[in-house]
Nanobody
Framework: QVQLVESGGGLVEAGGSLRLSCHASGRTFSNYDMGWFRQASGKAREFVSLIRRIADSTSYLDTVKGRFTVSRDNAKNTLYLQMNSLKPEDTAVYYC????????????WGQGTQVTVSA
């Protein structure tokens, strides 16, 4: 089992920045691919970003490319999402998730942290 706890959400004006953190416990953090997802009110959850265990390769939702940066600190068992130039449409509950590289789907999820961007 991997336990994930997000933090860092809040209310910010459009154009502002936030950094989300996700602390992992229970297993060796560096063994896992880590992802960020979000779910806006009334909408389906969507993928935001991924950072793989191997080579720290990353990928992003097209609409956040160039604004969001995912990173990880394996020594601190922590995943980060730096969000800059925030837009009202980024408003959502943000979740971190984990999977082993051999898995297709993310199987471990945090409880989420609310990000609200005001116009």
């Amino acid at each position: 089992q991997v336990q994930l706890v997000e933090s860092g959400g809040g209310l910010v004006e459009a154009g502002g920045s936030l950094r989300l953190s996700c602390h992992a416990s229970g297993r060796t953090f560096s063994n896992y691919d880590m992802g960020w997802f979000r779910q806006a009110s009334g909408k389906a959850r969507e993928f935001v970003s991924l950072i793989r265990r191997i080579a720290d390769s990353t990928s992003y939702l097209d609409t956040v490319k160039g604004r969001f940066t995912v990173s990880r600190d394996n020594a601190k068992n922590t995943l980060y999402l730096q969000m800059n130039s925030l837009k009202p449409e980024d408003t959502a509950v943000y979740y971190c998730a984990a999977k082993l590289p051999t898995m297709i789907n993310f199987v471990y999820w945090g409880q989420g942290t609310q990000v609200t961007v005001s116009a």
